[in-house]
């Protein structure tokens, strides 16, 4: 399977601020998936990122809260913009092989504090 | 929408006991997967299922996919401390949503020595 190199693993920063995280893919993969993973919880997406178009956001995910670049087959970048304590959370980062029937594989998570 | 409810969310077991983990989809799914996600660590792929009544076996692990290809279930045979982490099923979607996929909300295990 593929690997992702996600970038930081961790970060604590200031409310207000904003944190762009990144996702380095090893191989060409149309599909990336960005999740939000509280302590102890599930999955939750936010937001599904196509090379060539705009990403999609799940319900209760907008753009100028999350916005997401997908500039070519391998990479991806997740801000989290204007940040409050309750943006405090793991970020994942995931894609898939093209092929229909393929497994997940994830970045390693970041783990963002907001104080 | 799309939902995958999995229970239970927690389960202790002592070292040598069986554990099982039970996912339960509102619609068909085109395949299901199994994911672990160890303490600190990130969800790393065990198995899929794509096969209506599918039965796959890895080691001390029997993952089932249901007949009608909406439920799932992984068990654990004898349960040893490295089993310890929390497992999810993912539903991959159907149609408009193929391609997505449908996390539980995952059962965590501990196993005590």
């Known amino acids: 399977s593929a690997v992702i190199s996600q970038k930081p693993s961790r970060d604590i920063c200031q409310r207000g601020t904003s944190l762009t995280i990144q996702c380095q893919v090893d191989?060409?993969?149309?599909?990336m998936f960005w999740y939000r993973q509280q302590p102890g919880q599930s999955l939750t997406l936010i937001a599904t990122a196509n090379q060539g178009s705009e990403a999609t956001y799940e319900s209760g995910f907008v753009i100028d809260k999350f916005p997401i670049s997908r500039p070519n087959l391998t990479f991806s970048t997740l801000t989290v913009s204007n940040m409050s304590p309750e943006d405090s959370s793991i970020y994942l980062c995931?894609?898939?092989?093209?092929?229909?029937?393929?497994?997940?594989?994830f970045g390693q998570g970041t783990r963002l504090t907001v104080v | 929408g799309q939902q995958v409810m999995q229970i239970p969310q927690y389960q202790h077991v002592q070292e040598g006991e069986d554990f099982t983990t039970y996912c339960n989809s509102s619609t068909t799914l085109s395949n299901i997967q199994w994911y672990k996600q160890r303490p600190g660590g990130h969800p790393v792929f065990l198995i899929q299922?794509?096969?209506?009544?599918e039965v796959k076996k890895q080691k001390r692990l029997t993952f089932q996919f249901g007949e009608a290809k909406k439920n799932s279930s992984l068990h654990i045979t004898a349960t040893q401390t490295t089993d310890v982490g929390t497992y999810f099923c993912?539903?991959?979607?159907?149609?408009?949503?193929?391609?997505?996929?449908?996390f539980g909300r995952g059962t965590q295990l501990t196993v005590w020595p």
């Open positions: 299922l794509v096969k209506s009544g």
């Open positions: 191989s060409q993969v149309t599909m």
């Open positions: 995931s894609s898939k092989a093209d092929s229909l029937n393929t497994e997940a594989f």
């Open positions: 993912a539903g991959r979607g159907r149609g408009s949503t193929l391609g997505r996929l449908y």
